[in-house]
């Protein structure tokens, strides 16, 4: 049956729950009476195939209204839930919200405890100007709908009411042209005044509205500085209901001089909303191919249909902008402020195009030193148009954050594409017989059409006026040069927490990537002790959600949910199987794009966990990826027979992190349209760490030095603890092996029965590049074979010996290292403890920390 044949009746499937799975879960709201999970995939699956279709579909929208109507009376069903329901369909789809409103006030209904900042949320997923005049009058009297909400709801009605009513006396004035001449004068004077009235009573909106505006400005900043206790009392309650009160929309009806009969509505609003500007954050897909022979419509045709590839990363909406042999595509995952922002962006006078994947995080301060300069949208990405008007290419280095974007100047049809500082966000470019020039922000949207392509590298720009790449991110450390900088625990401390804060820049749920180890757990502190403060707590509250996979009995299963309850998180532990994950390697290849092996295992369990967390409602995570390659926190730098090797080991770990962990950290989330977000490769917390002084990174087990002992160090807190002394001093395990050390051994186990020893011993013959040297190897090297065949596919994978992550250079380090196979962290033999389950005492700390103690620069 087709989906908009279905009725309601058969989308209300029951949520069956047996006892083993009641104890198993971490939060009871999963379970609701119905399974709205479900229901949620079989909408995604539908817009994934007919996205183009629904527009002509009413019967969706209906069918959906009906169904959140439904679902809205379970007391159990958590808002996430509801929420990302009600924004599957994209916005051009309805017509008319007055059935989401309906499910709304339901829902409001049901959850009578719910808090302001939640009732805004709720209420952030209709669209105003779409409510009919009845509904809007229904909910302006609302005691339900958050106050917002109603001004925002009065001030459209009123607003598009008043000018229908001008352009309806206009119309009439136009039509009276044709009549006789005799009393046409009076007429005209007449219908003048008409208008003039009007213009009064629209003036007269704004001024009142201004008043109430700051009114509710005053009790909103009260509001804020109260207790809990004081904010439920009764007397702050009258408070708001007298600012409720002192609005009412009104309708009468007036009969004009000629006889016809209009509206008049009288309220105390404006047309400007009452929130403030809020940033549209996306992170996304993108595509652009500039500079192409053929213009038809076959070719636009061909640009949506590759394009279409990429909407996993962005299911909210597409966006395409042509100018005569220039395309820019657009798959949009809408983070901040999900009703705007829908790219690609402009400048004032849209000579100037962009397509951007990724964040700017200064963009306020950007735009500060723009203000010549006029912002169509909230959008954070929007400065990046506006830059380049005022200083052309060399603006790049002005940004901070994560991004990849693609910029058309059609004043002279020029373009350039620059990539952020590390790799965060991926970005390839290609070539096609025609001359083209192709920009993706996955492989697999331009490797079908391109004669040659390549990962686009970091921190590099492309300018089509130069012809060619350029590097625009240049730190003292690129050089590799040791640097001499004595180490600061407190300036380390401070610069990591300032970037955990820009990243708390979000208007959907999010939560944290929590395996128990010490780069999660930190992201999680951290994010905990300043997420009251922050913008997310604006919109979500200040409950942390924090999330961990791993097989029953694993390493991370049980640490993180250690770290959960000592922080006082909202924590989710997701079991999977060795053949759930075996099951999903197909997938996981043609989402993150290599044949990597240790890429693979760390990126399935992830990509597991990813489609879990999206059906909780989230779309955006906090990770721990990077403090390893930064301070030297893979065990293999035990070896490491000085401080210079050891820096320069790190730069290049830096160096290369777009081909390793932020591949995977990015694609294994956009695979299923969550955004992972990095701390600890922000520009300037990087810059900190690496002018430290190499000496103080090495692993001095002489001194009680363990790896990334700086950093630990740095949050080791007596007074105010950040951690447990045990996880703060927990050994580093590589991803793929906390999550259980069985997953590697079925992996392997699995390469077995499907790569025999002959294929193997012919792998150099087959696969002359990158020989693979294991069947594991060799497995996955078919697989990414038969979705990437090109020879420029395989070049994009990095290939060399490595032993627990490291470079082919660190495998010089000890000779062992040479005969080994497989780059797990239990490769890097005589230092890995892996007796886990042995009792710990609180505070297990080599005993000879204790001896750096005067050494140590104090942290205040």
């Known amino acids: 049956m087709a989906l908009e044949d279905a009725n309601v009746c058969e989308l209300l499937i029951p949520n069956f729950k047996n006892e083993d799975q009641q104890k198993g879960a971490s939060s009871p709201e999963v379970y609701t009476i119905y399974n709205v999970d479900v229901v949620h995939r079989i909408f995604e699956y539908f817009l994934m195939h007919e996205q183009q279709q629904v527009l002509g579909k009413p019967s969706i929208t ?469 997420l009251e403060k922050s913008e997310a707590a604006c919109q979500w509250g200040s409950k942390l959600h924090t999330f961990c996979i791993g097989l029953k009995g694993s390493p991370d299963l049980k640490a993180g949910r250690e770290v959960a309850d000592y922080l006082g998180t909202r924590h989710y532990e997701l079991h999977f199987t060795v053949q759930d994950g075996i099951d999903a390697i197909e997938e996981v290849i043609y989402h993150v794009e290599t044949y990597d092996v240790t890429t693979i295992r760390a990126s399935t369990p992830m990509f597991l966990m990813s489609r879990k967390i999206k059906s909780l409602g989230v779309k955006m995570v906090l990770s721990g990826e990077g403090s390893d390659e930064i301070f030297g926190g893979y065990l293999y730098f035990h070896k490491a027979p000085n401080k210079k090797e050891f820096h320069e080991e790190t730069c290049r770990k830096i160096k290369a992190l777009h081909q390793y962990d932020c591949l995977r950290a990015n694609k294994s989330t956009s695979a299923w349209g969550v955004e992972a977000r990095v701390p600890f490769l922000d520009k300037e917390f990087i810059n900190v760490a690496m002018s430290i002084d190499p000496e103080w990174k090495m692993i001095r087990p002489d001194l009680g030095r363990i790896e990334k002992w700086v950093l630990r160090n740095a949050f080791d807190d007596e007074k105010n603890p950040y951690l447990p002394k045990h996880i703060l001093y927990r050994q580093k395990e590589q991803f793929s092996d906390g999550v259980g050390y069985s997953w590697i051994d079925g992996l392997k186990d699995h390469a077995n029965k499907h790569v025999s020893d002959t294929m193997l011993m012919n792998a150099s013959f087959v696969f002359p590049d990158n020989t693979p040297l294991t069947k594991e190897a060799y497995y996955y090297r078919t697989i990414f074979e038969k979705f990437f065949p090109k020879s420029a596919a395989r070049a994009t994978v990095p290939g060399g010996p490595s032993v627990a992550c490291s470079t082919a250079k660190a495998v010089e380090w000890d000779a062992a290292w040479s005969q080994n196979l497989d780059p797990s962290g239990r490769a890097a033999l005589g230092v890995h403890v892996s007796a886990y389950g042995e009792d710990k005492t609180e505070d297990s700390r080599p005993e000879k920390l204790q001896k750096l103690a005067e050494k140590t620069p104090a942290i205040v």
């Open 62 to 530: 209906k069918l959906l209204d009906n169904y959140l109507a439904e679902i809205a009376k379970d007391p159990c069903l958590p808002i996430t839930k509801f929420q990302v329901l009600a924004e599957m369909l994209p916005e051009n789809a309805w017509k008319c919200h007055d059935g989401l409103y309906r499910a709304i006030d339901m829902f409001l209904k049901t959850h009578p405890s719910l808090s302001e900042h939640d009732r805004r949320r709720l209420c952030k997923t209709m669209n105003c100007e779409k409510l009919s005049l009845d509904a809007c009058l229904h909910a302006a009297q609302n005691d339900r709908l958050p106050l917002r909400t109603i001004v925002q709801i009065n001030t459209q009605v009123l607003f598009s009411e008043q000018v229908k009513m001008r352009m309806m006396m206009q119309d009439k004035l136009l039509e009276k042209k044709e009549e006789n001449s005799e009393g046409r004068e009076d007429k005209q004077m007449s219908r003048d005044n008409e208008i003039k009235t009007l213009k009064e009573e629209l003036e007269n909106v704004k001024k009142n509205m201004v008043e109430l505006q700051n009114d509710y400005n005053e009790l909103q900043q009260e509001y804020e500085k109260l207790s809990s206790k004081q904010k439920s009392s009764h007397n702050w309650g009258l408070r708001w209901q007298k600012v409720k009160k002192s609005f009412q929309i009104k309708r009468e009806d007036d009969e004009t001089r000629d006889g016809a009969r209009r509206r008049i509505f009288t309220a105390s609003i404006s047309e400007k909303p009452l929130c403030s500007l809020i940033a549209a954050t996306t992170m996304c897909g993108i595509l652009a191919v500039l500079g192409c022979v053929d213009n038809s419509q076959a070719k636009r045709s061909r640009i949506i249909e590759l394009s279409r590839r990429l909407r996993h990363r962005g299911p909210d909406w597409s966006g395409l902008h042509c100018f005569e042999d220039c395309y820019l595509a657009h798959e949009r995952l809408a983070i901040v402020d999900p009703t705007s922002g829908d790219q690609p962006l402009y400048n004032e006078d849209k000579t100037i195009a962009v397509t951007v994947n990724g964040e700017i995080y200064n963009h306020k301060a950007l735009r500060e030193n723009l203000k010549s300069h006029q912002f169509r949208t909230g959008s954070d990405c929007e400065v990046i148009a506006h830059l380049y008007e005022e200083h052309g290419e060399e603006f790049v280095d002005m940004l901070d954050g994560m991004f990849a974007f693609v910029l058309l100047d059609t004043r002279d049809k020029s373009f350039i594409a620059a990539r952020d500082a590390i790799g965060i966000t991926p970005l390839y470019i290609g070539w096609g017989l025609d001359g083209s020039v192709w920009f993706a922000s996955e492989m697999k949207a331009l490797s079908d059409d391109c004669e040659q392509f390549m990962c686009f590298p970091p921190g590099h720009i492309y300018s089509s006026k130069q012809g060619g790449l350029r590097r625009w991110y240049n730190p003292p450390w690129f050089s590799e040069l040791v640097p001499s900088t004595p180490y600061d625990p407190l300036l380390v401390r401070n610069t990591f927490e300032k970037a955990v804060i820009k990243r708390l820049m979000t208007d959907v749920p999010f939560g944290v990537l929590l395996s128990g180890g010490l780069d999660s757990s930190l992201v999680a502190s951290v994010a905990l002790r300043h």
